[in-house]
């Protein structure tokens, strides 16, 4: 079943994880059956939670200052990578 509508003309959907081990890019609808399982129900206490963004307003704000890179100490866990941190639009 396909949960998406395309609008006409548009390139179909597509998930690009790259913290996932399912190949990228992939179908939203072999994604979520394949990463979030809907099947499988968590126990009562918790329930999934999802934020979709609209993707020109998260690229225009999307920052990242590497802090979750380091440790509680400053210091670098792994080297950073070469190219410079994300900066915001805004």
């Not at 809907?38 to 934020?51: I, T």
């Not at 993707?55 to 979750?68: G, I, K, N």
């Not at 400053?74 to 190219?83: S, T």
Request: net charge neutral; aromatic share 16%.
């Amino acid at each position: 079943m396909d949960t998406f509508k395309k609008k006409e003309g548009s390139s179909p959907p597509q998930v690009w994880d790259l913290d996932s081990s399912l190949p990228f890019p992939c179908h939203p609808d072999h994604y979520v059956s394949n990463s979030f399982r809907p099947s499988f129900q968590p126990f009562s206490d918790y329930q999934r939670f999802f934020r979709i963004a609209y993707a020109p307003t998260f690229l225009q704000s999307f920052a990242s200052d590497r802090r979750h890179m380091k440790n509680w100490n400053g210091n670098w866990i792994a080297p950073p990578p070469a190219h410079d941190p994300i900066v915001a639009d805004v």
